[in-house]
T-cell receptor, first 114, second 116 residues
Framework: KAGVTQTPRYLIKTRGQQVTLSCSPISGHRSVSWYQQTPGQGLQFLFEYFSETQRNKGNFPGRFSGRQFSNSRSEMNVSTLELGDSALYLC?????????????FGPGTRLTVT | AQSVAQPEDQVNVAEGNPLTVKCTYSVSGNPYLFWYVQYPNRGLQFLLKYITGDNLVKGSYGFEAEFNKSQTSFHLKKPSALVSDSALYFCAVRDMTRAGNTPLVFGKGTRLSVIA
């Protein structure tokens, strides 16, 4: 099976702009989670979607939003970008939402805000 | 709230020697525990998990981890390190007793450097 794919891999944006990142999960996986990874804060959970519904949300401002489509593909959007939003954004998929399911991660999108 | 601590930012080991990457956790109930590895410019790769049963869990690439409930630890081990094991390692936990869907909480990561 193909792994989790994320597009684009690299992105440079200017403060105040908005950005949309895309994630395609492993075939058959219906749960998609998003994480922000920075050197200072490590991996922080953004949100998880299952069957087009947000199941859980981390402690991020409303500028961060996401959605999931009927084919399980997911997008996340960040509006009014700030310098501190520069990070590696990781998408992960798993078969279900039960706690024993491990997550499989994509390569990430590296966002640089200037 | 659940949390994970990886007390060492960096671990250096000579090739061929055994390696240990430490992890301690805190949950209100019983834990589900995971180890992931991240290579440069890559996402995280799943190594192994502890759900229940034997305290010694075997995973990918010759790695294993030992669950110790009394010490709330889940240290990652490998009997003989390879240079190719050099990477960033993350421990993660879910609290199995919390109702609903809880997110995975990660430690800060430990950078392993295996020296030839």
């Amino acid at each position: 099976k193909a792994g989790v794919t994320q597009t684009p891999r690299y992105l440079i944006k200017t403060r105040g702009q908005q950005v949309t990142l895309s994630c395609s999960p492993i075939s058959g996986h219906r749960s998609v989670s998003w994480y922000q990874q920075t050197p200072g804060q490590g991996l922080q959970f953004l949100f998880e979607y299952f069957s087009e519904t947000q199941r859980n949300k981390g402690n991020f401002p409303g500028r961060f939003s996401g959605r999931q489509f009927s084919n399980s593909r997911s997008e996340m959007n960040v509006s009014t970008l700030e310098l501190g939003d520069s990070a590696l954004y990781l998408c992960a998929s798993r078969e279900g939402t039960g706690p024993t399911y491990e997550q499989y991660f994509g390569p990430g999108t590296r966002l640089t805000v200037t | 709230a659940q949390s994970v601590a990886q007390p060492e930012d960096q671990v250096n080991v000579a090739e061929g020697n055994p390696l240990t990457v430490k992890c301690t956790y805190s949950v209100s109930g019983n834990p589900y525990l995971f180890w992931y590895v991240q290579y440069p410019n890559r996402g995280l790769q799943f190594l192994l998990k502890y759900i229940t049963g034997d305290n010694l869990v075997k995973g990918s690439y010759g790695f294993e981890a030992e669950f110790n409930k009394s010490q709330t630890s889940f240290h990652l081990k490998k009997p003989s390190a390879l240079v190719s094991d050099s990477a960033l390692y993350f421990c993660a936990v879910r609290d199995m007793t919390r109702a609903g869907n809880t997110p995975l909480v990660f430690g800060k990561g430990t950078r392993l450097s295996v020296i030839a």
